[in-house]
Structures are given as C-alpha cells and as structure tokens.
C-alpha cells in the first residue's frame, strides 16, 4: 500500500462526482483512500467504491443546503465527528499517519481538524483552473473600475481572456424560474458578499481564505484545455499546482465516437424522469447526424421566471430539433399548457433527470445551450459539442469566457447577463451555433485529443503530486 490519503467532498454531484472520480485515480494507485462525506450523500456512493478493500467512507452530519454565515452547530459537531475518526485511530496499533487531505475549498473548515493531528492539506477545485485565474487576475487589477469602453489585460493569462465590462456585469443570483435555490456554485457563492451572498466580480475571490495554508492546489481539468491558467495559478499562489481531470467516469473515456454513453454504466442511481433513456435514444435516433440542440442548465441554476417563455418562444419558432431538460421544481412550459403540442416530434421536453452523457455523445447532437457548469462544460468539450453559452452564477461566466475567447468552440446567448436574455438574442445565437461548421469542425478537434482516454498530462500530474508528498513526509 502507498500511503493514506482523505480526500473530502462538498454537498452536491457537482462536488461529489469529482471526488469520487478523484478517489478511484488514487485506488489505482493503491493509494488507501478515505472519502469524507456529508452524511446526505452516503446514497450516492457507488457500491463498487465501497467494497474496495482499500477504501473507507467517514460520514459527517451536516445540512444539505449551501453554508449560512455565522455559527453552524452541524459544522461544529461534524468537526467533532472528524476529529472523533482521528482520535480513535491514534489508539489502534500499526497505523500509519495519513500522507494528507485533499480538500473541497468549501469544505475548508475541515482543514483545521487535519491540522491538529498534523497532516498537510492540498486545496482541491472542482471546477477548473481559467475560473480561479480569472478571478484572482481581476481582484490584482482592481476591475471593479472597468469603464464600458476599455479592455484589462491581465498579466501572465492569454490576450484573448482581457476582461470587459460586460465581463463584470452580472444579474443577483435567484432561484432557476422561481424554483427552489441551489447552494452557490464555485468561485461564486457562500462568502464574500453582504449577508453571504455572492461576491462583486473583481474583489477577492471567495476561495482564497479556504485554501490558505494548502501546500498544493488541484484543479479538476487537464493541460491541453487550460495549461496557461494552470501556469498561471502556480506563479500566482507560490505553490504546485496540479490539473488532475477532467475527473469523469470511466466510461466516458471508453466511448467511441459511433456509440453514445448509457448512463446505466455510468451510475446506479436513477432518477425520475419522464422518458427512459431507450425512448431518448430512439427520438435521437430518428434526426439526422449533428442537427438537434440541446438544452440544459444542470439541477440548482437555470433562466429566470421571465426569462423561460423566452426561451421557449426562441425553440418553438426555431426549425432546429431540439432537447430541453427543465429539471423538478424549476419553472418552463408545464404539461398541457400546448407548447409539446406546437413544437411536435421536433422537440423532446425532458421534466426530471436527463442522461446527459447519452444526449451529449450522440451523433445526432450538435450544439449544447448550457448554463456552463464546469461538469457540463468538461463533458461536453471531451464529445465535440460547441457551445451557446448561458452563465448563471458564479465560475459559469468565466466557463464560458473559455469556451468562446480561448477554445474558441461557442458563442454567448447575451454580451450583458444583468438584463433580461431575450427571445431575439436566443433565437439569433441557436441559429449561429448551428449554422457554423467551422465551429463544428474545432469542437471534433477537441474531441479528438480526448480519443486516446484520460488524459497523459493529469495522469502525469497525479504521479508527481505522489512524488511532492512523499518527499514532503521525508522532510
């Protein structure tokens, strides 16, 4: 065995999958792998995961939502419960002291506990490394004074990342539709602003207290789509920095460009759906190749109120095929209100869950209106899908900054997020996304260089932050 090693996740799939993702790397690595948890997840873990002889779940009691500012007596008792975990340990004979913890940045609090039995800790992101840059380069060049007319240029990132005005204009973020509120997203969300809400573009970015007193840093993504901000995150911060992702199920990496991926290979869990992914893929199947869009905005962000009978006056009046997911408790056109009626076999309105993966590996898809989740961002990058980007919150706006300035494989829906999107700019950016083959033809590209599995950068990232901390026990 290599060592220990905890790796501690965040409430949510988007923190969640990464992590688990992260653990199985290590497992093959025979590293001992322990994953710390909130207790509201435990259904979440794969069975595969737990009857691995070299893993461990430790379960924390904490709230399903996002962190409140002030006292939390569940955070106060779950770093009892850890600290617990440790204790009980030191009594057992021949255990060896963990290597380190590798921590969620919004499971920073946790750090403090590992600190106390003497493990160093590595801030882990599980969104990608041009969001923190970007974050980070605009807090160093004060663009909360950006003026409507100028270009910033942020020194060490590429020309093409220059902020805007438009970069920094953002609407308050408010539950999808009038639906239920999800937890802040990454780099957006928990401190930082009054009352807790989300931070003003160009101040300190949220993270950097939570990864004070790291000794490494991770981000969940790969040289080839972000090397110059993974550079530059390492200049910046003083310390290794490591993109050890895009951290995706396996099989992902084993599909072809001919066949699309079953999410029943992907994840046990199944959730409530009104079709089957069989019924998704015959409907697929019936277009022709590249033609139908698809349009989701993962589960806790999405348009608002006013803004979904845009889009879906926008789709109804478009000719294009189409996929639209409105997840449980958001808000879009409801069952017999006729806008299934209107738009026919041309559209299929997923209400509940979607099997993203099967919808965005299909060779009939050919464009993805999303929110820019990084999950969703890194999937549908890996399968050649361009993008219309639609940022909500947090680290989507400069998500989809990456995509269109420096990937170069989409468009924005809207240049100013803090008005109302409209149906005209929908309407004109569905069209321009699917009528563009060079851009088609760049996404493919892109795809291409992920044929060849996980990629050989994050796999040489993971051997030399192995190196970093046995060199740092021999110390």
């Known amino acids: 065995m290599a060592g220990e090693i905890f790796v501690v996740s965040a409430a949510g799939q988007g923190h969640l999958q990464p992590c688990m993702e992260l653990c199985n790397h290590l497992l093959s690595r025979n590293y001992h792998t322990t994953i710390v948890i909130p207790s509201t997840l435990s259904s979440a873990i794969p069975s595969s995961f737990a009857q691995n002889p070299l893993a461990q779940i430790v379960q924390l009691t904490l709230a399903s939502g996002p962190p409140r500012p002030g006292p939390d007596p569940l955070r106060q008792q779950a770093a009892q419960e850890l600290e617990h975990h440790f204790a009980t340990r030191s009594t057992a004979p021949d255990v060896p002291r963990p290597l380190c913890a590798i921590i969620d940045f919004q499971m920073a609090w946790t750090k403090e506990v590992f600190w106390k039995f003497d493990l160093p800790v590595i801030g882990f992101f599980t969104f990608g490394a041009c969001a923190a840059a970007m974050e980070w380069g605009a807090w160093k060049v004060q663009a909360g004074d950006i003026r409507p007319d100028e270009i910033r240029q942020i020194s060490g990132l590429p020309e093409e990342m220059a902020l805007t005005y438009s970069d920094l204009k953002r609407r308050p973020f408010g539950p999808p539709g009038g639906g239920p509120k999800g937890p802040p997203g990454p780099g957006?969300?928990?401190?930082?602003?009054?009352?807790?809400?989300?931070?003003?573009?160009?101040?300190?970015?949220?993270?950097?207290?939570?990864?004070?007193?790291?000794?490494?840093?991770?981000?969940?993504?790969?040289?080839?789509?972000?090397?110059p901000f993974i550079d530059y995150m390492t200049e910046q911060m003083g310390m290794p920095t490591w993109g050890v992702g895009p951290l995706l199920p396996e099989t992902y990496w084993q599909s072809s460009s001919d066949s699309s991926i079953r999410h029943r290979q992907v994840r046990a869990q199944q959730r409530q759906s009104n079709y089957t992914e069989d019924e998704v893929v015959q409907w697929l199947d019936s277009k022709p190749r590249g033609s139908v869009l698809y349009v989701a905005f993962g589960s806790e962000v999405g348009p608002t109120a006013e803004e979904y009978p845009q889009l879906a006056s926008a789709l109804e009046e478009s000719t294009r095929p189409f996929i639209w997911v409105i997840p449980s408790g958001a808000g879009g056109p409801e069952q017999g209100d006729g806008f299934d009626g209107k738009v026919g076999e041309r559209g299929l309105i997923i209400r509940g869950w979607a099997p993203q993966l099967l919808i965005l590996s299909h060779p009939s898809t050919g464009g993805f209106l999303s929110h820019c989740g990084w999950n969703s961002t890194v999937e549908?990058?890996?399968?050649?899908?361009?993008?219309?980007?639609?940022?909500?919150?947090?680290?989507?706006?400069?998500?989809?900054?990456?995509?269109?300035?420096?990937?170069?494989?989409?468009?924005?829906?809207?240049?100013?997020f803090s008005e109302m999107v409209k149906k005209e700019y929908i309407a004109r950016g569905i069209e321009k996304l699917m009528g563009d083959e060079d851009m088609k033809k760049q996404a493919l590209a892109i795809r291409q260089r992920f044929q060849n599995g996980f990629p050989a950068s994050s796999k040489v990232a993971l051997d030399a932050f192995g190196d970093f901390i046995i060199s740092q026990k021999a110390a």
């Open 188 to 227: 957006g969300g928990g401190k930082g602003g009054k009352g807790g809400g989300p931070p003003t573009p160009g101040n300190r970015p949220p993270w950097v207290p939570e990864v004070e007193g790291s000794i490494a840093l991770m981000f969940n993504t790969c040289d080839y789509l972000e090397r």
């Open 380 to 416: 549908a990058l890996g399968l050649g899908v361009p993008f219309l980007g639609w940022p909500v919150r947090g680290d989507q706006y400069f998500n989809a900054k990456l995509v269109v300035n420096h990937l170069k494989v989409g468009y924005r829906v809207a240049e100013d």
